[in-house]
């Protein structure tokens, strides 16, 4: 799959975000070491892991949920398959709609921004609820 | 081929907590917006289902609230007597929803809490999609 200057971004960013975990929780260990030189094919591999694992966090996701850079949009949509539920897909489209990067590391907070720059202003009522992802 | 999912091999998918209010259906798109994000904001079993009116209710204070707020700063003075009533429903409501600060205050803690839960964000596009008949999807 090829990856745009958007995507490599996010996966910049989602590495970035598996480093600031491994601090936080020492005991766990995300990241190779050393990490594969940026751009190379083990990097991409490595990136897009750390990507699926921040989405999960970011977006509170259920072990049995796929986050949108594991979503299968080939057209099958199928409710019992990890990957292909309906709910899976529409966000992955979603997404893509707004041009946001499939491994966005922060989804909620890059759809929020997204719909904001959308809307072509910044209502001072719109964010009620608490900011749903994770700080690290 | 594709990973299969809990679901397929019939295993039930549980999560052990309660199922989020769903707006009811004759409110409108702003109210609506806001009990999704009220729902979404708290912990799963912060509401019952017998709590729908009341929160409703507090969903139309506030919305009056932000209706009465732009009239008053588009300079519409008879607003303001609008924007009072709204905001003291708003806070006799957020009192018995605990939804207040001070409602929801524990009695000095003597450890810090524990900090909440991220909010599923397919249950909050589940929300966001229900319809008044209430389908659901997977």
Avoid at chain 1, 73 to 95: H, N
Avoid at chain 2, 60 to 84: F, T
Avoid at chain 2, 99 to 107: G, T, V
Wanted: neutral net charge; contains cysteine.
């Amino acid at each position: 799959m090829g990856l745009t200057e958007v995507d490599v971004d996010a996966l910049r960013r989602a590495v970035e975000w598996g480093k600031r975990y491994q601090k936080s929780e020492p005991q766990i260990t995300l990241l190779p070491s050393p990490l594969p030189p940026e751009g190379t094919p083990q990097w991409v591999e490595v990136a897009t892991r750390i990507a699926g694992m921040a989405q999960a966090a970011t977006l509170g996701l259920r072990p049995w949920q796929a986050e949108p850079c594991n979503v299968d949009d080939d057209g099958v949509i199928d409710d019992a398959c990890y990957g292909r539920r309906s709910i899976e897909v529409m966000l992955r489209r979603k997404l893509i709609v707004l041009g946001i990067s499939i491994f966005e590391p922060d989804v909620p907070r890059a759809i929020e921004a997204a719909e904001r720059a959308k809307a072509g202003c910044q209502s001072p009522y719109r964010s009620h609820s608490p900011r749903m992802s994770r700080e690290l | 081929m594709p990973r299969k999912s809990a679901a397929s091999f019939g295993f039930p998918t549980v999560t052990g907590s309660p199922e989020r209010l769903r707006p009811p259906p004759d409110l409108g798109e702003p109210e609506r917006t806001i009990f999704v994000d009220l729902v979404a904001g708290t912990k799963p079993d912060a509401f019952r289902n017998s709590d729908t009116p009341l929160l409703a209710a507090y969903c139309r204070a506030i919305a009056l609230e932000r209706r009465s707020a732009a009239e008053l700063g588009a300079g519409d003075d008879k607003a303001l007597a609008r924007w009072e009533r709204a905001t003291k429903a708003m806070v006799a409501l957020s009192m018995r929803l605990r939804l207040s600060p001070q409602a929801r205050a524990p009695n000095n803690p003597s450890r810090p809490s524990r900090p909440e839960p991220v909010t599923n964000y397919y249950d909050r596009m589940r929300l966001e999609e229900a319809d008044s008949d209430g389908t659901d999807r997977g």
